[in-house]
Nanobody, 115 residues
Framework: QVQLVESGGGLVQPGGSLRLSCAASGSIFRIYTMAWYRQAPGEQRELVAAITTSGIRNYVDSTKGRFTISRDNAKNTVYLQMNSLKPEDTAVYFC?????????WGQGTQVTVSS
């Protein structure tokens, strides 16, 4: 069992930056592939970025070059650095942990990009 708690969301102007954090507890963090998803109103939840246990990263095309996912296994935390934010990045961002067919979700954190 893994508990995930996201933080770092908020309101930011277009072109601004935010860093999301997801703190994990309850299991061995380093064995999980970690990912960030987002869900805008009326839309399906979509994968934003993921990082494997060996540090391999992948991103959805719309965030490449702007977002960076990283993990600190010593702190049981995964981060999403978001730069050059756009209004279309507005969504609830969810942290996800996957391993061996099991999947865990955080409660989400709201990111709003607006002037």
């Amino acid at each position: 069992q893994v508990q995930l708690v996201e933080s770092g969301g908020g309101l930011v102007q277009p072109g601004g930056s935010l860093r999301l954090s997801c703190a994990a507890s309850g299991s061995i963090f380093r064995i999980y592939t970690m990912a960030w998803y987002r869900q805008a109103p009326g839309e399906q939840r979509e994968l934003v970025a993921a990082i494997t246990t060996s540090g391999i990263r992948n991103y959805v095309d719309s965030t490449k070059g702007r977002f960076t996912i990283s993990r600190d296994n010593a702190k049981n935390t995964v981060y999403l650095q978001m730069n050059s934010l756009k209004p279309e990045d507005t969504a609830v961002y969810f942290c996800n942990a996957k391993n061996n067919g099991l999947s865990y979700w955080g409660q989400g954190t709201q990111v709003t990009v607006s002037s």
